[in-house]
């Protein structure tokens, strides 16, 4: 079965798209990342749906990036840039999608799914799903592209304190700092109800106010594209080498800073 799944209600009104790899927590591949764009696109252009839903299977929403993949598909900074010109793609063909979107996490919800949740316009998170972006426990570093998406939606300090940090986050934690909308006590029950107001209100309406609101925000549009590339560039580091090198071997990693 597709590592990425759309489902479709009986009236095409509500599409959910599934992140499927569950016995790997939905961590995200390149493939992925496609398939996520293409899904986002052919929902886009589908007049029948009225709201999206992003969510994982098997109790996590999704655990990051696969690593195991990074060492061939990730290894230099053409490829870096390659790999992170799909994930913008992916990641803007969500946030734009005209349709209303709603993440609904359970379990983890961390470096790249996060991404993929805070695209979303509205997040509800289960009491015990956590967040984070560990990227610094592997010398793997955020390009600007994301980072600049990412900072502005959350403010600088949340952001270095997920960066510099590492730590995984609870519910209430999410909630207080703007990663997710809101913490529900029963997930099925609030998305159920949220998707109720959602597909009782204009389809008009709710492409106008994406799409302005989207424009009132907007900083892919300014982004210079050398800095892009440098950005990438990250990957030619030591560090990140010693850091996927440390994950696959399952062991700590020993940093230079180089």
Not at 12 to 36: F, Y
Not at 108 to 126: N, Q
Not at 130 to 151: C, D, F, S
Request: aromatic share 4%.
């Amino acid at each position: 079965m597709s590592a990425v799944v759309i489902e479709r209600s009986d009236d095409a009104a509500l599409a959910t798209i599934r992140l499927n790899r569950p016995d790997k927590r939905n961590a995200l591949t390149l493939a992925m990342w496609g398939a996520l764009e293409q899904a986002c696109r052919s929902l886009e252009r589908d007049d029948q749906v009225r709201c999206v839903v992003v969510r994982g299977a098997g109790g996590n929403f999704a655990a990051g990036a696969d690593l195991v993949e990074f060492q061939t598909l990730r290894a230099s900074t053409d490829q870096a840039e390659a790999y992170g010109k799909q994930m913008i793609a992916a990641l803007s063909a969500l946030r734009d999608c005209g349709h209303p979107t709603i993440a609904a996490v359970e379990g983890l919800c961390v470096g790249g799914g996060l991404e993929i949740a805070l695209m979303c316009d509205l997040r509800l998170g289960a009491a015990d799903s956590r967040y984070g972006i560990p990227i610094q426990k592997v010398g793997v570093a955020m390009p600007y592209p994301e980072l600049a998406i990412l900072t502005q939606m959350l403010g600088r300090p949340i952001m270095l304190t997920l960066l510099l940090e590492g730590q995984l986050h609870d519910a209430p934690w999410a909630e207080k700092h703007g990663l997710i909308t809101r913490i529900s006590a029963d997930l099925e029950t609030d998305l159920t109800a949220t998707l109720a107001r959602i597909l009782a209100g204009s389809p008009v309406s709710h492409r106008h106010h994406k799409h302005f609101t989207q424009r009132a925000v907007d900083l892919l549009r300014s982004l210079d594209p050398e800095d892009v590339r440098r950005s990438y560039a990250a990957v030619d580091a030591e560090d990140y080498r010693e850091g996927i090198s440390a994950f696959l071997e399952r062991r700590a990693p020993k940093f230079a800073g180089r």
